[in-house]
């Protein structure tokens, strides 16, 4: 996986059009196991999602890129739907949400 030297370059090089975020999930560096036991999701993202999450809640992730966000919030509600305008992210976003339960992924 990625160091910190890493992601801070790559998000640069992103945010300076030089890289694409798909290219850089392309590359497998960023699985969801990586994301989901990186400390900053420990001790932001997930404490937040279960903070403001009921099982009942219906929680749409709008631009879902891979799905990794949105398998995340499956955990926490009863149904996250996920979608994206790129075809490409929404395939890798219904690989790992069939590897690991959750909500579901559309297109556009």
Do not use: H, W
Request: hydrophobic share 30%.
């Amino acid at each position: 996986m990625p160091s910190i030297e890493e992601n801070n370059k790559n998000f640069a090089d992103i945010l300076e059009n030089k890289k694409s975020a798909l290219s850089i999930v392309k590359e497998g560096r960023y699985d969801y196991n990586y994301v989901a036991n990186n400390p900053s999701t420990q001790r932001y993202l997930l404490p937040f999602l279960k903070s403001n999450i009921k099982p009942t809640d219906k929680v749409l992730d709008y631009g879902c890129g891979s799905g990794i966000t949105t398998r995340m919030i499956s955990e926490f509600s009863s149904q996250s739907i996920g979608t994206d305008i790129s075809p490409e992210f929404i395939s890798k976003a219904n690989k790992l949400l069939q590897a690991g339960g959750g909500g579901g992924i559309r297109d556009k």
